[in-house]
């Protein structure tokens, strides 16, 4: 091995990113699809002139937003952050921004080191749609009862199995999951927000979840219902997915 190989030290750079995911296929790199990771990875490796693998904290779907997604990758370039920062900035798309860069320690893994994540959903409430947030929020035309909302929203915090929330084709045999917390806000006149956090969560979960609550909301059903649901661990028994556009992922904690 050459020397300049040998001596080459590698750094673990962590970032800090939100986007927009309205054009994305999610974050994972797919075939013939444009994707987050595929975005990122690309864009720093022309910054470093290095094969870059971008290691999320978690996989976002199709139209899914995020504020604060965090995710790291290794290098060996001797670019200070700041001007990483700057560089790789300046050649991701108008939708995709890096907020923060910085060096970590060698052992730290976004995905694996992770103990909680914090999603939120927007649902857009009121009589008339709106032009501006139909890539961001669920428009229902319905009034929806706040209060229902939020009594059933309680009765799923803790430790339980979401298979009754969790994608028909999930493919993952462990579908226990903890929520420590459920809060569902009014922002102004017409914007409901249902934040989300858990330790983990399966394939459509979050979304899931909020079609459970809209309809609690519409009267449809009640949180007996919403507790024989997830009792009877089958998503055939539990209600529609609620569209992509509205969810962001808020927050990783570690």
């Known amino acids: ?13 962590k970032i800090i990113l939100e986007y927009d995911g309205t054009r ?50 290794k290098t060996g370039s001797k670019i200070e952050v700041k001007n990483l920062l700057k560089g790789i900035n300046s050649l991701l798309p108008y939708d995709i921004v890096i907020k923060e860069v910085v060096d970590v320690n060698a052992a730290f893994h976004a995905r694996y080191d992770t103990r909680s994540k914090v999603y939120f ?7 008339v749609r709106s032009a501006l947030y139909r890539h961001y929020a669920w428009y229902i035309r319905e009034p929806l009862d706040m209060e229902m909302m939020r009594e059933a929203a309680a009765l799923l915090k803790g430790t339980f199995d979401f ?50 609550l809209v309809d609690v909301g519409k009267g449809k059903l009640s949180s007996l219902d919403l507790i024989g649901i997830l009792e009877a661990k089958d998503r055939k028994r539990a209600s529609i997915t609620a569209p992509a556009c509205g969810l962001f992922l808020k927050e990783v904690r570690y």
């Open 1 to 13: 091995m050459p020397k300049e190989c040998r001596d080459v030290i590698m750094r673990n750079i």
């Open 24 to 73: 994305y296929h999610g974050w994972q790199r797919q075939a013939n699809m444009i994707t987050i990771q595929q975005v990122l990875e690309e864009s720093i490796g022309t910054i470093t002139q290095e094969a870059i693998r971008v290691i999320g904290s978690g996989r976002t779907d199709a139209g899914v937003h995020a504020v604060n997604q965090v995710a790291n990758f």
């Open 121 to 127: 959903y927007q649902i857009y409430n009121r009589p």
């Open 163 to 212: 298979s009754s929330f969790c994608a028909s084709k999930c493919g993952i045999k462990n579908h226990v999951r903890k929520v420590m917390n459920i809060d569902i806000e009014m922002n102004g006149r017409c914007m409901i927000n249902i934040y989300i956090e858990a330790d983990g969560f399966l394939k459509y979960m979050v979304r899931n979840i909020v079609g459970a």
